[in-house]
């Protein structure tokens, strides 16, 4: 063996432990933990009562689409001057489409007020079909930066029946809440206080759209 490779041969021990080194110094992070929150669906029935019969139709909860910047699970917020942001080392359990087709399917479903409601997953047919925009569902900041935020939450929602694909009703759920405090927790608060009026308004609409639809197929079939 040459005097070189015998130089490389000792050096290799002390190059690999470097390799490591670096490797583990890499692994390391000082960056906080990703702080992960969820919202809940509204545990009450869309009109605070069950004084009237559940429609005779079952429904789908299409995959809802997100308006710009808004199919992320990071949380956003708007700045002054229409900046866009998100806040740091927090995140949503899931992407915002994902989310609310979550919390829309269980409110529907805890409403009682169809014969059964199906996510967009589901493998059966359905009468009705719910297509849902996220328009907004933000932390607004654009009146200033040291103030606690508006929370917005904003659904644009088209009910179509599934056979002939026709349009029954479009209609805007929304909500809002400020945040009691200029803080995460406080701003998550806001968010579920904004997104229950927002379910709440969809599922009082969706079923009043479904309730005229059947009462006007009643209408026509009389002779």
């Known amino acids: 063996m040459s005097p070189t490779c ?3 041969w000792r050096l290799a021990p002390v190059l690999l432990g470097l390799a490591v080194a670096g490797c583990s110094s890499l692994l390391r992070s000082d960056a906080p933990p990703v702080q992960i929150y969820t919202l809940r669906p509204v545990a009450v029935p869309s009109d605070g009562s069950q004084t009237h019969p559940a429609v005779a139709a079952s429904l789908r909860v299409a995959q809802p689409l997100a308006g710009p910047g808004l199919g992320t699970a990071q949380i956003v917020l ?15 359990a899931a ?17 009682d007020e169809w014969s059964s409601v199906a996510d967009a997953e589901s493998p059966f047919p359905a009468d009705y079909l719910l297509q849902i925009s996220i328009r907004r569902f933000d ?22 029946a599934e056979e002939g694909r026709t349009v029954v009703a479009s209609f805007v759920a929304e909500g809002s809440a400020t945040a009691d405090a200029n803080k995460l927790s406080g701003v998550v608060d806001a968010f579920q206080q904004a997104t229950d009026q927002a379910l709440a308004s969809l599922s009082r609409q969706a079923f009043a759209a479904a309730q005229r639809a059947a009462s006007r197929r009643a209408v026509s079939a009389d002779p």
Do not use: F
Not at 95 to 111: K, M
């Open 139 to 160: 932390a607004d900041y654009s009146a200033g930066i040291e103030a606690p935020p508006t929370v917005h939450v904003t659904l644009d929602c088209i009910l179509g």
């Open 95 to 111: 992407d915002a489409p994902a989310l609310i087709e979550s919390l829309v399917t269980q409110t529907l479903r805890a409403a």
């Open 78 to 92: 708007l700045q002054p001057d229409h900046r866009m942001n998100v806040y740091a080392a927090s995140a949503w």
């Open 6 to 8: 015998k130089h490389l």
